[in-house]
């Protein structure tokens, strides 16, 4: 499926949802890519910030970012401990979108869901996008 355009985007359109699994491979690979601990990998737990980078790559890869967007602020409230060979389930909807002048305000839900259809993931990013 390919990106959506910025201006398609209206308040309470929901991505699709995207699953990853999270296999020791690719949280070997995770760790390596931002210097982490490998001790994740003994500890048989995911990193949170990894689930959080896979949930906001699903998003994006949703919709074309204009050139200067800002991504501004997030919030990521973790619930749940996401043992490592898990598949998350990644996705999301527009929460919020404001005109401020020459910027507008876009604010994504973020969501992830494990296999059994809990949710492990919730939070709310902010991109500040130029008019």
Do not use: W
Not at 82 to 96: D, E, R
Request: charged share 15%; proline share 6%.
């Amino acid at each position: 499926m390919s990106p959506i355009s910025f201006e398609q985007l209206v308040v309470g359109y929901e991505f699709p949802s995207t699953s990853y699994q999270l296999s020791e491979s690719v949280i070997s690979k995770y760790l390596e890519a931002v210097g982490g601990q490998q001790h994740f990998l003994t500890s048989g737990i995911v990193p949170p910030l990894a689930i959080a980078a896979y949930a906001m790559t699903a998003l994006s890869q949703s919709f074309s970012v204009p050139p200067g967007s800002i991504h501004a602020s997030q919030e990521l409230e973790f619930l749940k401990l996401v043992p490592i060979g898990t598949t998350i389930s990644c996705g999301g909807k527009i929460a919020q979108k404001v005109q401020r002048g020459k910027l507008q305000l876009v604010v994504l839900e973020i969501n992830a869901l494990n296999q059994d259809k809990e949710k492990v993931l919730s939070g709310k990013a902010t991109i500040v996008v130029p008019s």
